[in-house]
């Protein structure tokens, strides 16, 4: 919250703010409410406003930094103040909502775009003395798709126009995020537990002698789980083993296939073929099943509604799937045969 509007333009003498200082903010950045339904952040901030001096008409900007902000309230010491959307041509520079937002894997920062970040106008008077305003708001945190097995998601706050006060004493800064959930934020918040990208905890805090920078930028996603990565790891190696290891199963059919023709003194070639078919489709539906267990498997463990894969990854995983085992009912019906007729014509030659 800072200079005061006039005529949907910020004012470059803002009345009363050369007197009037913040003593101390307090900022809740709620995100507790992301899950499968709702990308939903709320916004609580507290204000502890010194008037040294008489009564003051106070006509202030607040900038959110994000867009299609709903449900805003204000009050001070608990009585409602009047507020408005504002259709600002141009804020300062340092209103802006920040450029990037923090990687949660510690590489370069991740790019965060708002179209039409929200502004308000407020009017109200201000008594002499020390009061209390708080707004709070409601606003959707930005999905990013592709850093990951799940959504990743992004939100700013804009502390700047704090500085067109007389003064400012300290902020309080609490982030709560979805328990288990990692975070990563611009600010260093005094837990040193939010260093780390996998935590238990769920709530933050940050205490800052005054305003510690321009705003804020978070980035936090749902982890995968230790049962998704044991299952990616197992449905690979499952994948590789029934890959690799058909050749050899199939050989070794083929063998137990003339053993069999053998026992019951049938060696006639037109015996295995079907044989050698069914195992190469045994082989194919095996490919095929554990090719979309390995794709599509690990996702069902994923926490809810937070899946998501990027681009055409999984449909083309899907059709190479498909054309792997499509060929290998081909070639396993080809070892199988030739394991077969190999081992026959030895018997051929021997009893020759």
Known sequence: MGKPWQDALVSAEPQGFDTVRIDSESLHIDLNGLSDKSSEAKVFVDYWLDNPGPAIRLRP??????????????????????????????????????????????????????????????????????????????????????????????????????????GFGNLHLTVSVPEGWRIKTSLSLNDEDVQHADTSRDTYHGRYPGLPADSIAITTQAPPGIVYRVLMVASVSCLIAVVFGGGVVCALIGGAIARRLRRDDKRQRYRVWPYALATGLA????????????????????????????????????LAICALSLFLIGIGWLVTRMTAMRHLRDVGTDAA
């Open 61 to 166: 900007v607040f900038a959110t930094g994000a867009p299609d902000v709903s449900q805003f309230e204000a009050t001070l010491d608990g009585r409602a103040i009047t507020a408005r959307p504002l259709d600002l041509p141009a804020l300062p520079r340092n209103w802006q909502p920040p450029e990037t937002t923090p990687s949660l894997t510690g590489e370069r920062p991740l790019s965060y775009e708002v179209q039409a970040p929200s502004s308000l106008a407020l009017d109200f008077v201000l008594p002499p003395g020390r009061h209390r305003f708080r707004a709070s708001y409601r606003a959707d945190a930005m999905q990013r798709k592709g850093d990951g097995p799940t959504l990743l998601y992004q939100f700013a706050y804009v502390l700047a126009p704090a500085r067109s006060w007389a």
């Open 283 to 318: 082989w194919g539906v095996a490919t095929l099943c554990a090719g979309l267990a390995m794709i599509y498997g690990p996702d069902c463990f994923l926490p809810a509604g937070q899946a998501y894969r990027y681009g055409y990854g999984q449909a083309l995983g899907t």
